[in-house]
C-alpha cells in the first residue's frame, strides 16, 4: 500500500486540567483527564500531572495496562519487583507494560522533588495479561527531530523518519516538542488514530486553535481513503513572541474494547478486575519488594 497525505487534523473538543491541590501523596496533583468516559479518549485511559517529594508512590500494583511517566522536572527514583531501578531525569519517560501483573514505587529522588506526567495506555484484551516489562527512555538515546527553533523528541511511533525507542503492544505514536518564539511544525499523524495534544509550557496553535498550558486539544481518527494508508497533518505553531513552548502530542488507534478500571487495574470485565485483586493478594504479581532505597553520596 502506498502512503496518502490528505488535509489538515480539526480539533474535536478542548479539555482543562483540573488543579486538586495536595494529598497523603504528593505535594500537588492535577487530572488532564480520566477515563469518566473511556471510548472519548481511548485508547489513552487518563494523564495526570503530579508534583512530589515524599512519601511519593510506594509500592503499588498494576495489571492490563501501560503506564508512561514523563520526567517534567526533578529526578524520579523508582523500582519494581523484577528487580529494576534506576532514576530518571527531566525530559527522559518511563514506559511501563504492567501486563499480567507488576508492583512498583515511584519517588522522588533523595526525597527533594519530582515533577511528572504519568498517561495510562490501554492494552488490547489479547495483551492484558502480556509479560511485564520497563522501558527507560534516556535523555542521551532519545531519537529526535531537528529543525530551526524546533526539538521533537520522540517516544513511539516514527516522525519524519524518526523511530521512537519505545516497543508498543499497539499502534501509538507519542512525542514532545519544543518551540522556540515563533516557531512551527507539521505533524503526520496516521488518520486511524485519536490524538491528544496536551500544551506543557507556554502557548500554542494546535490545528488552528490556541491553546494555553494545562489545556489539551483532542482529534478524533479520520476515516481513511481506499487504496492505501492515510496519514493526516497537525499543525503546531508557538503563539507567543518571547517564550517558548512545549507539547505532548500522543496518538494511537482506538481499541473499541470494553473497559473495567478497578483501582490500578484496567481489564475488560468487573470480573477480571475481581480476579485481578484475588490473584495480587494470592501473590500472582510476585513476591513482595524489599528493595532498598537508591543510594547517594551527600
Avoid: C
Avoid at 143 to 153: E, K
Avoid at 184 to 204: C, I, K, N, T
Amino acid at each position: 500500500m502506498t502512503a496518502q497525505l490528505t488535509g489538515p487534523r480539526t480539533l474535536t473538543r478542548i479539555t482543562a486540567k483540573q488543579q486538586l491541590g495536595p494529598d497523603a501523596q504528593v505535594d500537588d496533583k492535577a487530572l488532564v483527564f480520566v477515563p469518566t468516559d473511556p471510548a472519548l479518549t481511548d485508547p489513552f485511559l487518563a494523564l495526570v500531572e503530579d508534583w512530589f517529594s515524599t512519601p511519593g508512590f510506594e509500592w503499588h500494583p498494576h495489571r492490563g495496562l501501560e503506564t508512561v511517566t514523563t520526567v517534567v522536572d526533578g529526578v524520579l527514583e523508582h523500582g519494581d519487583n523484577l528487580g529494576h531501578a534506576g532514576a530518571l531525569e527531566p525530559g527522559e519517560v518511563q514506559w511501563m507494560t504492567a501486563g499480567h501483573g507488576i508492583i512498583h514505587r515511584e519517588l522522588a529522588y533523595r526525597n527533594e522533588h519530582a515533577h511528572v506526567l504519568q498517561m495510562w495506555l490501554n492494552l488490547p484484551a489479547e495483551k492484558k495479561l502480556t509479560p511485564s516489562r520497563y522501558q527507560d527512555l534516556t535523555r542521551a538515546a532519545m531519537p529526535r527531530v531537528h529543525a530551526p527553533g524546533l526539538t521533537v523528541d520522540v517516544h513511539a511511533g516514527t516522525v519524519d523518519g524518526v523511530k521512537g525507542a519505545a516497543q508498543t503492544h499497539h499502534p501509538v505514536q507519542g512525542v514532545v516538542a519544543t518551540f522556540d518564539p515563533g516557531s512551527s511544525y507539521v505533524l503526520q499523524v496516521p488518520a486511524e488514530h485519536r490524538l491528544f495534544a496536551h500544551v506543557m509550557d507556554g502557548r500554542l496553535l494546535v490545528a488552528g486553535r490556541e491553546l494555553r498550558a494545562g489545556q489539551t486539544g483532542w482529534s478524533d481518527p479520520v476515516t481513511a481513503e481506499a487504496g492505501g494508508t492515510t496519514t493526516t497533518t497537525l499543525h503546531l505553531a508557538a503563539v507567543d513572541p518571547e517564550k517558548r513552548a512545549r507539547v505532548m502530542v500522543y496518538s494511537g488507534t482506538p481499541l473499541r474494547e470494553p473497559v473495567a478500571v478497578g483501582g490500578p487495574f484496567v481489564m475488560n470485565t468487573k470480573v477480571e478486575i475481581t480476579k485481578a485483586f484475588t490473584e495480587f493478594h494470592a501473590g500472582a504479581f510476585g513476591p513482595a519488594p524489599r528493595m532498598a532505597r537508591l543510594a547517594y553520596d551527600r
